[in-house]
């Protein structure tokens, strides 16, 4: 499976964005995808992910109330809502899928690059 994300960009604070990924590939053996973004000179952080069936999710408390996490099986697309973005939103995001890999994440996509300026 190649992950392709897009839809980052520039925004200011207290702004929206979408952002999404996309699966080439047979999607049947993904067991969940998630989003992880990483600010320059930080660690890797984990916003949100989704599992692929049942569509259950989990967010950190960091992100929880305003990013929401969905898929379109259909559509091989897994998206990203980010609502009321703060500075510290800023980072590259990247998502990933589990495929046939239990729980961990096996499959990366390169990545889009989100600026909140304040």
């Known amino acids: 499976v190649q992950l392709q994300a897009y839809g980052g960009g520039l925004v200011q604070t207290g702004d929206s964005l979408r952002l999404s990924c996309t699966a080439s590939?047979?999607?049947?053996?993904?067991?969940?995808m998630g989003w992880f973004r990483q600010a320059p000179g930080k660690e890797r952080e984990f916003p949100a992910h989704?599992?692929?069936?049942?569509?259950?999710?989990l967010y950190p408390d960091s992100v929880r109330g305003r990013f929401t996490i969905s898929r379109d099986k259909a559509k091989k697309t897994a998206y990203l809502q980010m609502n009321s973005l703060k500075p510290e939103g800023t980072a590259v995001y990247y998502c990933?899928?589990?495929?046939?890999?239990?729980?961990?994440?096996?499959?990366w996509g390169q990545g889009t690059k989100v600026t909140v300026s304040s």
């Open positions: 989704i599992t692929w069936t049942g569509g259950s999710t």
């Open positions: 590939g047979t999607t049947y053996y993904i067991y969940k």
């Open positions: 990933a899928a589990s495929v046939r890999a239990g729980h961990s994440y096996n499959s």
